[in-house]
């Protein structure tokens, strides 16, 4: 069990459109899930942290208005990167956390992944 | 602040050898947990191994085990009789006293036949 899709795998999308991205847990809700962001060959670096029915939590450095992330229900977390320009080109991925799991031994279970090209 | 460090960039390994991934974290909390996670080129991140900071032994699953030196703040994986399927990259990260997850930079492993 612990499967999250992540959808869309690709999406290539013109300069000032917006682009929206789900995130489910299939098998599982999911309390919080968490968008993370890579560039090629380098590391996953944490954008913010999505709660179910409250607002997200953002790192610094990360503008709240340009990616806006929607938890509305307990299997299902959206980002959407609004008026997308080419530096915005990324993988975007998610994660999503059991509800009700232990922190600190509770792997995150991740999406494939979203490879987002701004032309 | 809680930072993971992977100083080895990319690694070759010849087939049915062994491999040690190093890790290195520093936190001041005493309660924390180190996990490994493979991505493959296809780009999915897939779960292999966890260290709890209280853990009295080496975690260990299949061919993966962790060697957790916790004075030395180290948490390196090893890969044992290495698989062409191995080929991928592998980050080390760390949990602290909330859900996220902290990455290091990643090390590329790429088995050779």
């Known amino acids: ?119 | 602040a809680q930072k993971i460090t992977q100083t080895q960039p990319g690694m070759f390994v010849q087939e049915k050898e062994a491999v040690t991934l190093d890790c290195t974290y520093d936190t001041s909390d005493p309660s924390y947990g180190l996990f490994w996670y493979k991505q493959p080129s296809s780009g999915e991140m897939i779960f292999l191994i966890y260290q709890g900071s209280y853990d009295q032994q080496n975690a260990t699953e299949g061919r993966y085990s962790l060697n957790f030196q916790k004075a030395r703040k180290s948490a390196n994986l090893v890969i044992s009789a290495s698989q062409l399927g191995d080929s991928a990259m592998y980050f080390c990260a760390m949990r602290v006293n909330d859900y996220k997850l902290s990455f290091g930079a990643g090390t590329t492993v790429t088995v050779r036949a």
């Open chain 1, 1 to 119: 069990g612990a499967v999250v899709s992540q959808h869309p795998s690709r999406v290539i999308c013109k300069s000032g459109t917006s682009v929206k991205i789900e995130c489910r847990s299939l098998d599982f809700q999911a309390t919080t899930m968490f968008w993370y962001r890579q560039f090629p060959k380098q590391s996953l670096m944490l954008m913010a942290t999505s709660n179910e029915g409250s607002k997200a939590t953002y790192e610094q450095g990360v503008e709240k208005d340009k990616f806006l992330i929607n938890h509305a229900s307990l299997t299902l977390s959206t980002l959407t990167v609004t008026s997308a320009h080419p530096e915005d080109s990324s993988f975007y991925i998610c994660s999503a956390r059991k509800a009700g799991r232990r922190s600190y031994n509770s792997p995150l279970h991740f999406g494939n992944g979203t490879r987002l090209t701004v032309t």
